[in-house]
């Protein structure tokens, strides 16, 4: 697999790194050597609603203190967040 126009780029704390996969309507990681999608669907894109994991044109990406990814999904002019649980 192989990001398409990444825009944006954010690191955890336990040194993972969160790439804006602009292209490919998706947010995607990078874990033990493998690029794995964490939000969106690869090739598709713009929500139905608010609960709707699909993104479109994400172009930046934030990482608040207590581990919240904030993702400017901006041809849907949102805002979402996806909760990192994984620690």
Do not use: E
């Amino acid at each position: 697999a192989q990001v398409n126009g990444p825009k944006g780029i954010a690191v955890t704390s336990n040194g993972r790194v969160i790439i804006s996969d602009t292209n490919n309507h998706a947010i995607r990681a990078i874990w033990n050597n493998n690029l794995v999608t964490i939000a969106g669907t690869l090739g598709s894109f713009s929500d139905i609603d608010d609960t709707d994991n699909r993104l479109y044109y994400p172009i930046g990406i934030a990482l608040t203190f207590n581990r919240v990814l904030l993702i400017a999904d901006s041809w849907n002019g949102k805002i979402k967040r996806l909760i990192d649980d994984s620690q």
